[in-house]
């Protein structure tokens, strides 16, 4: 399973917790190890020198609206040492209004600072990647999923959370490479989709975990 403590020989154990869709998910991964969570957490230990215990709370199919109940399904006294939510999409195909969602996000990232948690949010990812998707419908997907991505970003810096532009950071590698960065339905990344997804949102989540204070292009800081 991908939830376990990875690199458990390091010791001084840190939380990680991913919410989201199928994406956070690991939909599409070839093993356990491959998925979001896991690429994140083995890369996390490696840089800090701590093992990581990782909770995915995360559901296929998930929209923004049910982050809530994610976060509802942990143990009460659970605290993780930083969190990863990665939504949006379907939010987009299913015509969920932009201020719905962003509200819903806004909630779900209150929730986590009552918890006293770091928070990334990796922002919707550019719906115009997916090719078996027909025109006009891809375009028409490809700016409500900027315009959600958008929405996103503004909600997480507001309530103190650092946000990863998905689009910006690694959507390039799925349109220029798409059988490699996508998994066998053409819709949710592969194995390598997700490596280079977890490698791309890496310097924010050090970030947020205090090791590292400098992030690059399409990563995005709250103002102090």
Same mark, same amino acid.
């Given at each position: 399973?991908?939830?376990?403590?990875?690199?458990?020989?390091?010791?001084?154990?840190?939380?990680?917790?991913?919410?989201?869709?199928?994406?956070?998910?690991?939909?599409?991964?070839?093993?356990?190890?491959?998925?979001?969570?896991?690429? %994140?957490?083995?890369?996390?230990?490696?840089?800090?020198? &701590?093992?990581?215990?990782?909770?995915?709370?995360? &559901? +296929?199919?998930?929209?923004?609206?049910?982050?809530?109940?994610?976060?509802?399904?942990?143990?009460?006294?659970?605290?993780?040492?930083?969190?990863?939510?990665?939504?949006?999409?379907?939010?987009?195909?299913?015509?969920?209004? %932009?201020?719905?969602?962003?509200?819903?996000?806004?909630?779900?990232?209150?929730?986590?600072?009552?918890? &006293?948690?770091?928070?990334?949010?990796?922002?919707?990812?550019?719906?115009?990647? %997916?090719?078996? +998707?027909?025109?006009?419908? @891809? =375009?028409?997907?490809?700016?409500?999923?900027?315009?959600?991505?958008?929405?996103? @970003?503004?909600?997480?810096?507001? &309530?103190?959370?650092?946000?990863?532009?998905?689009?910006?950071?690694?959507?390039?590698?799925?349109?220029?490479?798409?059988?490699?960065?996508?998994?066998?339905? @053409?819709?949710?990344?592969?194995?390598?989709?997700?490596?280079?997804?977890?490698?791309?949102?890496?310097?924010?989540?050090?970030? =947020?975990?205090?090791?590292?204070?400098?992030?690059?292009?399409?990563?995005?800081?709250?103002?102090?």
């Amino acid at each position: 399973m991908a939830d376990r403590t990875w690199k458990k020989r390091y010791g001084d154990r840190l939380d990680l917790l991913v919410l989201g869709d199928s994406i956070a998910a690991g939909l599409g991964a070839d093993a356990p190890g491959h998925t979001l969570g896991a690429r %994140l957490a083995k890369a996390v230990a490696k840089r800090t020198r &701590r093992a990581v215990r990782l909770t995915t709370a995360a &559901r +296929v199919g998930a929209e923004t609206s049910e982050l809530g109940a994610q976060l509802e399904s942990l143990p009460e006294a659970y605290r993780a040492d930083v969190a990863v939510v990665v939504v949006g999409g379907n939010d987009v195909t299913h015509r969920v209004p %932009l201020a719905e969602s962003a509200a819903y996000l806004d909630d779900c990232l209150a929730a986590l600072a009552d918890r &006293r948690t770091p928070v990334v949010v990796g922002t919707c990812p550019d719906l115009g990647a %997916l090719r078996p +998707v027909p025109q006009p419908l @891809r =375009a028409l997907g490809s700016r409500a999923s900027r315009q959600l991505a958008d929405a996103q @970003r503004e909600t997480a810096l507001r &309530r103190g959370a650092r946000a990863v532009s998905l689009e910006h950071v690694v959507g390039p590698f799925f349109i220029t490479n798409p059988d490699e960065m996508f998994s066998l339905d @053409r819709f949710h990344p592969s194995s390598l989709g997700y490596k280079r997804t977890a490698k791309a949102m890496l310097p924010s989540v050090l970030a =947020a975990l205090g090791v590292t204070a400098e992030v690059p292009f399409g990563h995005h800081a709250p103002t102090p």
